[in-house]
């Protein structure tokens, strides 16, 4: 095909239909060309109403005009948008370099758009249906747009790169006879990436995605009834927010946009505006976000996740700031968070599955808030029994040092006993009764009152017994005044002494009792002057 003349008319092999001749008019003057009849019910792209020739746009003149087009008229900007009309054959960009800026609004086209290894400025296909969308390795300086739009066979964005704003919210795409209904590995995208209210039947792949501002899916649904996974995006990199959360009144200044076109239509007041509808996150099939890096937050707020048993929600080795970890309970499923770091960890005791189907050796966090209710450390306890199937330390170390870290030194005590306890399950018989009397007597050093209180019980019967039998002095004239109180109090106290242990010699029986009274005097103190060496240091 030849170019076009300088004068700017179109070759005339070209046989120009109507239709197209008044969008290679409107091309360069730059203005809309809109084929609609203005009925919303035949205007649909999604119909099923034939659109005759009076709306019918070939794929080719489209494809001369972006790469080869007409020069403006004076005064003007050439540019290409098209509204209303049915695109045949295949609108191939592969490759090319187009200059102009295009968008189509409510088109129907019969055959896939092709953009890999494309360059463009801006890409907007808004409300259309389009039968798959391949751009890998595609190149944008400015948006590519995709709202609202129909793509039934997949959407291919592998390697592109996207110069500002990456937009798919209210679209549905499916899979078609493939496995990916979004194909977007390695896609890097300069500013946001919006995805709300989006409708998916298929994985949608980003692994390796790197979002220069925020990842929005509020309201979005991922259904992968085929596969095990719904979103598989491991090594991921948000520089701020990443949101799988409810699409409400809260976040509807996000999901509109500032920015034309609009990010959403989805009208969430009802009638007469007094009531805001909420549509929820939904993920049919597992997530996996492994070694994820979000600069500002990770936030997985009620969402509703439909696992089977061999199913993940996947959060291994991320780290973030923040995470936000809400969700409505799933029934079925893994949540694993094996080796992630987090600063602040803020959830709600409903949200963590139970039955050892939540996975969390060697998470770290700084801080744990409850978002909702009230989280306390019984119940931080009973999540890390659900997470540990076969005793492991690491969980309760990590929540005692959150607890000592917040001051809350009490609290970091009774989940260090809590593990002891735990570990005593994992002895043998004669390390589970010696575990039974340290637990009994002192909370394995815990419990510092605890030790005081056997240490008064033990000073009180041994006043008693000796009170009762006096034992002889070693030593006839040079004992000092018997008192069976200071005696049993010198058996008991280490180092300190009142000069009684030394000069009085029980026999038989009580001299056992008195080295008994000795060795518990050494354990007990030593767990009182703990006790007592941790609430100064605290003070």
């Not at 191939?92 to 189509?104: H, I, Q, R, T």
């Not at 968070?337 to 050892?356: F, I, N, T, Y």
Request: hydrophobic share 40%; aromatic share 8%.
């Amino acid at each position: 095909m030849s170019e076009p003349a300088d004068s700017g008319e179109p070759p005339p092999e070209l046989r120009l239909t109507t239709a197209e001749w008044g969008l290679w008019q409107a091309f360069r003057n730059g203005t809309q060309h809109d084929l609609r009849c203005g009925e919303p019910e035949l205007d649909d792209p999604n119909g099923d109403h034939p659109w005759g020739p009076e709306r019918t746009v070939r794929a080719r003149v489209i494809a001369l005009l972006l790469l080869h087009g007409p020069p403006p008229l004076l005064g003007r900007v050439a540019s290409l948008h098209l509204t209303g009309a049915l695109v045949t054959g295949c609108l191939d960009l592969a490759g090319g370099s187009v200059e102009p800026y295009f968008e189509l609004r409510s088109c129907r086209f019969e055959d896939e758009v092709r953009m890999p290894e494309a360059r463009v400025n801006t890409a907007r296909f808004v409300d259309c249906y389009l039968p798959r969308f391949d751009a890998a390795r595609l190149t944008t300086d400015g948006d590519l747009h995709l709202p609202r739009c129909s793509i039934p066979e997949g959407i291919k964005l592998t390697d592109a790169t996207i110069g500002t704003d990456l937009l798919l919210n209210e679209a549905t795409v499916g899979s078609g006879r493939r496995t990916r209904a979004i194909a977007a590995d390695g896609v890097h995208v300069s500013q946001e990436l919006q995805a709300s209210l989006l409708v998916t039947d298929g994985q949608v792949s980003l692994r390796g995605a790197a979002v220069g501002s925020s990842l929005h899916m509020f309201g979005s649904v991922l259904r992968n009834p085929r596969g095990r996974v719904a979103l598989y995006a491991p090594q991921m990199t948000v520089d701020q927010v990443a949101s799988f959360a409810d699409a409400g009144r809260t976040n509807a200044l996000q999901l509109y946009g500032a920015t034309p076109p609009t990010g959403t239509r989805y009208d969430f007041s009802t009638q007469g505006g007094t009531r805001w509808r909420t549509k929820h996150f939904e993920c049919t099939g597992g997530m996996v976000l492994d070694d994820g890096r979000f600069g500002s937050s990770l936030v997985i707020d009620n969402a509703r996740l439909e696992m089977q048993r061999d199913q993940e929600l996947s959060l291994r080795r991320i780290t973030t700031p923040e995470l936000t970890f809400t969700p409505q309970l799933p029934e079925r499923g893994l949540v694993v968070l094996s080796g992630a770091g987090v600063e602040k960890l803020m959830d709600r005791a409903s949200s963590w599955p139970q039955d050892h189907r939540l996975w969390m050796a060697g998470f770290t966090y700084a801080h744990a808030i409850p978002k909702e209710g009230h989280f306390n450390v019984r119940e931080r306890l009973q999540w890390i029994n659900a997470a540990t199937a076969e005793y492991a330390p690491e969980p309760y170390e990590q929540l005692a040092a959150m607890y000592r870290n917040s001051g809350e030194d009490t609290n970091a005590r009774i989940v260090l006993l809590a593990k002891q306890r735990r570990r005593r399950e994992t002895l043998p018989l004669p390390g589970k009764v010696w575990g039974v009397l340290q637990d009994w007597t002192v909370a394995y050093g815990y419990r510092p009152a605890q030790a005081a209180l056997w240490m008064a019980v033990l000073w009180l019967t041994g006043a008693l017994l000796f009170e009762a039998h006096r034992p002889a002095a070693l030593k006839d004239g040079e004992a000092p005044h018997w008192n069976a109180t200071l005696y049993a109090l010198d058996l008991l106290l280490p180092v300190i002494s009142f000069g009684q242990d030394t000069a009085w010699d029980p026999a038989g029986g009580y001299q056992w009792i008195a080295a008994v009274l000795v060795l518990a005097g050494w354990v007990l103190a030593t767990t009182v002057a703990a006790g007592a060496t941790r609430l100064l240091r605290r003070q």
